[in-house]
Nanobody
Framework: QVQLVESGGGLVQPGGSLRLSCAAS????????MGWYRQAPGKQRELVAF???????SYGDSVKGRTTISRDNAKNTVYLQMNSLKPEDTAVYYC????????WGQGTQVTVSS
C-alpha cells in the first residue's frame, strides 16, 4: 500500500523560503515519477513540480526559477525547495506518486503572509 506523508509547511513571510518533504512508503522511489501539486481556495489543483524516474524535471510557470524538486532515493523522500515566496503561493501542497500508483498525500498547508 502506497503512503505519502508531506511535512514542512507553515507560515512564512513574503520573500522567505520553505522546504517541503514527502516521505514515501510502499514504493521504490527510484522507479516512480513523483510530483508536487498545490490547490488554493476556490482554485483548481495545479502542477508545481514534477520529477521523472529518470531524473528529468519540469515546473509550473508560476514557480519556475524559484522552486526545485529533488529526491533522495535512499531515504525514499522527495523534496520541494521554494524560494522568494509570494502571497499567491499560499495553498495546500500535495505530493503525488505517478507511474502505476496514481496516489496522493494528505497535503501540507503553506501560507505566505506578513
Amino acid at each position: 500500500q502506497v503512503q505519502l506523508v508531506e511535512s514542512g509547511g507553515g507560515l512564512v513571510q513574503p520573500g522567505g523560503s520553505l522546504r517541503l518533504s514527502c516521505a514515501a512508503s510502499g514504493i521504490i522511489l527510484s522507479r516512480v515519477a513523483m510530483g508536487w501539486y498545490r490547490q488554493a481556495p476556490g482554485k483548481q489543483r495545479e502542477l508545481v513540480a514534477f520529477s521523472t524516474s529518470g531524473g528529468a524535471t519540469s515546473y509550473g510557470d508560476s514557480v519556475k526559477g524559484r522552486t526545485t524538486i529533488s529526491r533522495d532515493n535512499a531515504k525514499n523522500t522527495v523534496y520541494l525547495q521554494m524560494n522568494s515566496l509570494k502571497p499567491e503561493d499560499t495553498a495546500v501542497y500535495y505530493c503525488y506518486a505517478g507511474s502505476e500508483y496514481q496516489s496522493w498525500g494528505q497535503g501540507t498547508q503553506v501560507t505566505v503572509s506578513s
